[in-house]
């Protein structure tokens, strides 16, 4: 059996200090495993820790009860997961499949290039990096110390996220 559940009181404050803009918190649940559902199944067998599919986020062996509580590791990718969900909010189904199914093919296919924010030129703004790079940098973000964390901040500068 699959526990799914609702954001914690402590997950919720926590997305309160990254997200600018006010999210449907109430209708998020968090899913330990792919319950039922084949796209999160397929997920996993690729090796994704995890995946977002609106308000839904299905986590892997990363589960936890509440990730305002956990490891940096784990607050990271929850952190990750709900720029999703903050995402698909903004531009909703049909942009956010657009944009991400543009964002795969300009990374030609490769799916872990997607996720890459590093390479890309230092004035590229935030809200053009692709849809991964953009959940990576707000998830990195939560690690103090990042190796990456002065390019984040430039990058979040005038976002909102995370009061930039």
């Not at 998020?28 to 994704?48: H, S, T």
């Not at 590093?118 to 939560?142: C, I, K, N, W």
Request: glycine share 8%; with cysteine.
């Amino acid at each position: 059996m699959y526990e799914i559940r609702p954001l914690t009181a402590g997950e919720v404050a926590l997305c309160r200090g990254i997200f600018p803009d006010p999210l449907p918190y109430e209708a998020v649940r968090l899913v330990d495993g792919p319950a039922v559902n084949d796209v999160a199944e397929i997920a996993f067998r690729n090796g994704n820790g995890a995946i977002t599919l609106r308000r839904t986020i299905y986590f892997g062996h990363d589960y936890c009860r509440d990730f305002a509580a956990a490891d940096l590791g784990r607050r990271s990718l929850f952190a990750h997961e709900m720029t999703h969900v903050w995402q698909w909010s903004r531009l909703g189904v049909p942009r956010f499949l657009l944009r991400y199914a543009r964002d795969l093919i300009a990374c030609r296919g490769r799916a872990a290039a997607m996720y890459r924010y590093q390479d890309d030129p230092a004035d590229l703004p935030f809200t053009r990096s692709r849809l991964e790079a953009q959940a990576e940098m707000v998830g990195h973000y939560q690690v103090p110390g990042h190796q990456r964390r002065a390019l984040i901040e430039a990058k979040l500068a005038g976002t909102g996220l995370y009061g930039r």
